[in-house]
């Protein structure tokens, strides 16, 4: 893999002032990030300009599970479940150190919406539209196994559960690892790059965008637009086009993270919420546990989501009633995340009913729009909408941008196998968690740079490697601080400072002004605590 840092970003800011491409993206989650790596590896000239970091909206905040979605079965969405678990399985042979194996269980019990026989038939179709390619099919576990696979679980009027796989995933690294495998094949990539407006020209179009780390100006030359940015679909199209009809329904989901200590969950649990059809996840991750979502109408900017003492309250009182024994409580939260499920706007009453299927439209000035779907069909998604704008130019271009390189690795470094034997060597601990999260592009941190620990050097890759270009997003979006601490990583603070010092020349002044944005997002995410 080539270095994506600060210099390569700049370097892609003159290409985009000078050449014409093909095609510009605008947003750089994973759908944006998916159609430019599909894009650029047919041999287009792609742009892809993202407004914050990559992964910054929606897709670093989801369940973090590549899945069929076992619940859409209800709403008869098959075509929807058998595309996600096609692709399931094709995202753990192109990117084997992000998506991974994960065994669930489904208790049921005499009072659940849905009873053991039919969830049993539920089962059966979920294998089937796996084509049987599931890691295991699914098993059904009497009230007495079950018990002894998840001892915590609630024993009262269990009647059994079963037992089948799906997987989890690293959704902001993944995303990031997309525009890595993008910029590889050649696009030119770049966060902190706002788009402004559009001009349409005869036969291209002007995008002005704006670059957020220093208020310049760019004017990009393209011949086609896609738009992939998620839930500010509805926000943007109403800047670029005066009549724009809304296309989306935008829901809020909130996720919180117990130490799995004190929720001590063999498998994922699927919990199902009191007479709706929405359906709560228990996913261990490591030494702790993520609990979501919730699913609630959101109107709001989705910049400025976050988690609420209700939704927090609701989480919990579901936990309570699957693991009445474990005692968890809200002191054991150690943070929450939130996010907005670009939704298309359909006739469901409810948010939980609404349709997860993919829109892509055309706008009045002939810009393409991606959105909603889930983030296990985006490469799916992406390839839909490259072959939508293939359709609008002449044969011969078609003819030379027919073929994609999608199911290739993603990254070059990262196959299948080479990593199943990487992992298999012996190692230490941190060095061994290394090999697990990077696979062997793991070498680049572990060897030795001057007096960095282990944590420095890790630091220096996401500065040089994915394009991380202050604190906050080290912390929140390249690492676990964030996340999986208690007091967010703060304590780290000064060793992780000190590599944005000697790498990208950091002044004491950015310095405390990103410790002070990093207070402030832990303030928004978790506000909540205080209003308890
Ligand atoms: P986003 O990730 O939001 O990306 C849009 C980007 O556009 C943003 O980065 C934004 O900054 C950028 N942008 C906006 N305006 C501009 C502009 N003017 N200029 C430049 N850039 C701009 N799916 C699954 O498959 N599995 C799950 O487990 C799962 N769980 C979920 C749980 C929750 C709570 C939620 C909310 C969603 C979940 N999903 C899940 C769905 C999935 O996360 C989303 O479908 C997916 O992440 C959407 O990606 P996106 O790229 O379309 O949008």
């Given at each position: 893999?080539?270095?994506?840092?600060?210099?390569?970003?700049?370097?892609?800011?003159?290409?985009?002032?000078?050449?014409?491409?093909?095609v510009?993206?605008?947003?750089?989650?994973i759908?944006?990030?998916?159609v430019?790596r599909?894009?650029?590896?047919r041999?287009?000239?792609?742009?892809?300009?993202?407004?914050?970091?990559?992964?910054?909206?929606?897709?670093?905040?989801?369940?973090?599970?590549?899945?069929?979605?076992?619940?859409?079965?209800?709403?008869?969405?098959?075509?929807?479940?058998?595309?996600?678990?096609?692709?399931?399985k094709?995202?753990?042979?192109i990117?084997?150190h992000?998506?991974?194996?994960?065994?669930?269980?489904?208790?049921?019990?005499?009072?659940?919406?849905?009873?053991?026989?039919?969830?049993?038939?539920?089962?059966?179709?979920?294998?089937?539209?796996?084509?049987?390619?599931?890691?295991?099919?699914?098993?059904?576990?009497?009230?007495?196994?079950?018990?002894?696979a998840?001892?915590e679980?609630?024993?009262?009027?269990?009647?059994?559960s079963?037992?089948?796989?799906?997987?989890?995933?690293?959704?902001?690294?993944?995303?990031?690892e997309?525009?890595?495998?993008?910029?590889?094949?050649?696009?030119?990539?770049?966060?902190?790059?706002k788009?402004?407006?559009?001009?349409?020209?005869?036969d291209?179009?002007?995008?002005?965008?704006?670059?957020?780390?220093?208020?310049?100006?760019?004017?990009?030359?393209?011949k086609q637009?896609?738009s992939?940015?998620?839930?500010?679909?509805?926000?943007?199209?109403?800047?670029?086009?005066?009549?724009?009809?809304?296309?989306?329904?935008?829901?809020?989901?909130?996720?919180?993270?117990?130490?799995?200590?004190?929720?001590?969950?063999?498998?994922?649990?699927?919990?199902?919420?009191?007479?709706?059809?929405?359906?709560?996840?228990?996913?261990?991750?490591?030494d702790?546990?993520i609990?979501?979502?919730?699913?609630?109408?959101?109107?709001?900017?989705?910049?400025?989501?976050?988690?609420e003492?209700?939704?927090?309250?609701?989480l919990?009182?579901v936990?309570?009633?699957?693991?009445p024994?474990?005692?968890v409580?809200?002191n054991?939260?150690?943070?929450?995340y939130?996010?907005?499920r670009?939704?298309?706007?359909?006739?469901?009453?409810?948010?939980?009913?609404?349709?997860?299927?993919?829109?892509?439209?055309?706008?009045?000035?002939?810009?393409?729009?991606?959105?909603?779907?889930?983030?296990?069909?985006?490469?799916?998604?992406a390839?839909?909408?490259?072959?939508?704008?293939?359709?609008?130019?002449?044969?011969?271009?078609?003819?030379?941008?027919?073929?994609?390189?999608?199911?290739?690795?993603?990254?070059?470094?990262?196959?299948?196998?080479?990593?199943?034997?990487f992992?298999?060597?012996?190692?230490?601990g941190?060095?061994?968690?290394?090999?697990?999260r990077?696979?062997?592009?793991?070498?680049?941190i572990m060897?030795?740079?001057?007096d960095?620990?282990l944590?420095?050097r890790?630091?220096?890759?996401?500065?040089?490697n994915?394009?991380?270009?202050?604190?906050?997003?080290?912390?929140?979006?390249?690492?676990n601080?964030?996340l999986?601490?208690?007091?967010h990583?703060?304590?780290?603070?000064?060793?992780?400072?000190?590599?944005?010092?000697?790498?990208?020349?950091?002044?004491?002044k950015?310095i405390?002004?990103?410790?002070?944005?990093?207070h402030?997002?832990?303030?928004?995410?978790m506000?909540w605590?205080?209003?308890?």
């Open positions: 893999m080539n270095q994506l840092g600060q210099d390569q970003r700049h370097q892609n800011i003159i290409r985009m002032n000078r050449e014409t491409f093909d510009v993206v605008i947003g750089g989650g759908t944006g990030a998916g430019s599909d894009a650029s590896s041999g287009m000239r792609v742009a892809l300009v993202e407004g914050s970091d990559y992964a910054s909206g929606t897709s670093s905040r989801s369940s973090k599970l590549i899945h069929g979605g076992i619940r859409y079965l209800e709403n008869m969405e098959f075509k929807l479940v058998f595309e996600a678990l096609s692709e399931r094709t995202l753990f042979e990117a084997p992000l998506v991974h194996p994960m065994r669930f269980m489904i208790p049921i019990f005499k009072e659940s919406r849905v009873t053991f026989f039919k969830m049993g038939l539920g089962m059966w179709l979920y294998d089937v539209l796996s084509l049987f390619q599931a890691p295991e099919i699914h098993r059904k576990l009497p009230a007495k196994e079950t018990l002894s998840q001892s679980l609630k024993s009262n009027n269990l009647v059994g079963y037992i089948y796989y799906d997987a989890y995933m690293d959704d902001d690294r993944l995303t990031i997309t525009v890595r495998s993008a910029a590889q094949f050649g696009a030119a990539v770049g966060n902190y790059l788009v402004q407006g559009v001009t349409k020209g005869k291209h179009y002007i995008v002005d965008v704006v670059d957020l780390l220093n208020q310049t100006q760019i004017q990009i030359r393209t637009i896609i992939c940015t998620g839930p500010w679909t509805d926000i943007f199209g109403s800047q670029i086009e005066n009549n724009w009809k809304k296309r989306l329904r935008p829901t809020k989901g909130i996720h919180l993270i117990f130490p799995r200590k004190k929720l001590p969950l063999h498998q994922a649990v699927v919990m199902g919420a009191e007479k709706s059809s929405r359906i709560i996840f228990g996913i261990p991750r490591g702790y546990v609990v979501g979502t919730t699913d609630t109408d959101y109107q709001s900017d989705p910049g400025t989501v976050h988690s003492k209700v939704d927090v309250d609701y919990l009182q936990l309570k009633s699957y693991f024994n474990s005692n409580t809200v054991d939260i150690m943070s929450s939130s996010g907005v670009p939704l298309v706007k359909d006739d469901s009453d409810t948010p939980g009913k609404t349709s997860r299927e993919h829109l892509i439209f055309k706008d009045a000035m002939g810009i393409l729009h991606v959105t909603g779907g889930k983030y296990t069909t985006y490469r799916k998604m390839e839909d909408a490259v072959k939508l704008l293939l359709n609008d130019l002449p044969y011969e271009k078609r003819f030379e941008f027919n073929n994609s390189k999608t199911l290739e690795p993603i990254n070059d470094l990262v196959t299948e196998n080479g990593y199943r034997e992992i298999s060597h012996d190692r230490n941190e060095e061994k968690k290394l090999a697990e990077y696979g062997p592009e793991a070498i680049l060897r030795p740079q001057g960095y620990n944590l420095q890790e630091v220096a890759f996401h500065i040089e994915t394009m991380c270009l202050n604190i906050p997003d080290y912390y929140i979006r390249r690492s601080l964030f999986y601490h208690r007091d990583g703060l304590s780290k603070f000064e060793e992780i400072s000190r590599v944005f010092k000697d790498k990208l020349s950091y002044t004491d950015q405390g002004d990103d410790l002070n944005a990093l402030a997002y832990i303030k928004k995410e506000g605590k205080t209003s308890q």
